[in-house]
């Protein structure tokens, strides 16, 4: 199917309960092709990365030459 590398990337500051910009990059790799995706955030916490169903719908949606 495909394999997750880099697992998200997650940039924001540190201060807790208030609100703030959290980015996340995402890789997702099958044979040769790299499909890259970045989500932000603003909230008062660390979602831990993009949620795994929408990476797997960016990635169905990619394979059926929709993105």
């Known amino acids: ?3 997750v590398h ?3 990337r ?3 500051a540190a201060a807790v309960g208030k609100l703030k910009p ?3 990059l995402t890789a997702l790799r099958s044979g ?3 499909l890259a995706s970045r989500g932000e955030i603003l909230g008062t916490q660390d979602i831990g ?3 795994e169903d929408v990476t ?3 990635w169905k949606k ?3 030459g929709q993105a």
Do not use: I, K
Request: net charge positive; aromatic share 16%.
């Open 56 to 58: 797997a719908a960016r």
């Open 6 to 8: 880099g697992a998200g």
């Open 1 to 3: 199917m495909f394999g």
């Open 49 to 51: 990365g993009v949620p």
């Open 10 to 12: 997650r940039r924001g």
């Open 62 to 64: 990619f394979r059926a």
């Open 32 to 34: 040769s092709t790299t």
């Open 22 to 24: 959290y980015e996340y």
